[in-house]
């Protein structure tokens, strides 16, 4: 007894029908079919189905038959899938997290320094708010993220990156953009766009500035993401204090000045859970510095 006599009595049962069973499901001549199941049943020692005018009916032989036909089928794909699957075993995944916007500077980096590794893992990318890859840190959905020195997290460690400054972002037109650089006291009087709950680290950085300068502002409008700000800036004529970054992303009718005096700067990190045992991420924890010094290279 042979698999495919299994395959072609499973058609026959399944269509119910030899002629179709032949011409629609196993391309072959049902003279050549009619063989095959007459091989089968000899091989059985019993009839396995009855030609009628209309077709075929399976005896009582042929019924218990084809349950257990079926199960061997399966069997044998179940097996050549676990073959297959030994043969090629399953990548580890490796997934990396970005501050929103961040991607731009330092993924090409960090792909590079896991190039040689690439093709024995998966690159897995998040990007999403600050404390949502802190969040996924901490689960051990990602690896290693770019992102704010998120704080209540005492199992993530964080490597300093780099300190990025705050800029003044304003419409282009506006009577401050024909400065070179804005002081905070000419902000005052302006409609103030500020960032909302979706960056908790930045909120506090620029609040705490402002309360610095000895300026009391109401923000008009709070933003979720950088295009609802540049949004929420260009249509209400507002200002409001990025972080540099935020100067590769801005649309034409928006445009940024640096702020006088003592800058405000938020810092940027790399963060990653302390118990994380990955040899990707000791790979690039390694290669740090290298990542690091590259990435700022290019952006100055």
Known sequence: ???????????????????????????????????????????????????????????????????????????????????????????????????????????????????????????????????????????GKIDAAFLRREPGVPDLAFRFVVKEPLMVILPSDHRLAGLKAISPRDLAAETFVTVSATAPVLRVVIDNYLKRAGIKITPAHEADHLAMGMSLIASTRGVGLLPAYAQNFLPSSVTSRPLKGDTPTIDLVLGYKKSNQSPILKLLLSRFDELVARASNKTR
């Not at 499973?10 to 072959?28: C, K, N, P």
């Not at 049902?30 to 095959?36: D, E, G, N």
């Not at 330092?106 to 024995?120: H, Q, S, Y």
């Open 1 to 139: 007894m042979e698999l495919r006599h299994l395959r072609y009595f499973v058609a026959v049962a399944d269509s119910g029908s030899l002629t179709v069973a032949a011409q629609r499901i196993l391309h072959t001549s049902q003279p050549s079919l009619s063989r095959q199941i007459r091989d089968l049943e000899g091989e059985v020692g019993t009839p396995l189905l009855t030609r009628r005018a209309r077709g075929i009916e399976l005896t009582p032989a042929g019924r218990a038959f084809l349950d257990h036909a079926r199960s061997l089928l399966s069997q044998v794909e179940t097996a050549g899938e676990a073959a297959r699957r030994a043969a090629r075993p399953a990548k580890p995944c490796f997934t990396m997290g970005f501050l929103t916007g961040h991607e731009l500077t330092w993924m090409p980096e960090a792909l590079r320094i896991l190039r040689d590794e690439l093709p024995n893992i998966d690159v897995m990318i998040s990007s999403q708010y600050s404390p949502l890859l802190a969040e996924g840190l901490s689960k």
